[in-house]
């Protein structure tokens, strides 16, 4: 299974972005998708999860302000990103659960949110 991510860039604090991951050549059903971020020198954490049957959660620092979604028919989730803050400035990783059971990441996108 391969994750392409896109959507990170630069943005000013209030600001809002919206991420995209797609996966692509599994031959299995994937579970869940979602997304983790990792600031410089810090553990990476997670952000928000969503099942294939729309089953969502999201991590209580960015309650209100994300929300995560997908589409099955595209294998594609997306997390949209609204009132950025400086402390959201990290490395968006996004990864998928297979029935294997297995798990796979993407290449993440830079997020960077200015005061």
């Known amino acids: 299974v391969q994750l392409q991510a896109s959507g990170g860039g630069l943005v000013q604090a209030g600001g809002s972005l919206r991420l995209s991951c797609a996966a692509s050549g599994s031959r299995v059903s994937i579970n869940a998708m979602g997304w983790y971020r990792q600031r410089p020198g810090e553990l990476r954490e997670a952000v928000a999860i969503i099942t294939n049957v729309g089953m969502s959660n999201v991590e209580d620092s960015v309650k209100g302000r994300f929300t995560i979604t997908r589409d099955n028919a595209k294998n594609t989730v997306y997390l949209e990103m609204n009132i950025l803050k400086p402390e959201d400035t990290a490395v968006y990783l996004c990864?998928?659960?297979?029935?294997?059971?297995?798990?796979?990441w993407g290449q993440g996108t830079l997020v960077t949110v200015s005061s």
């Open positions: 990864f998928a659960t297979t029935a294997t059971p297995r798990a796979y």
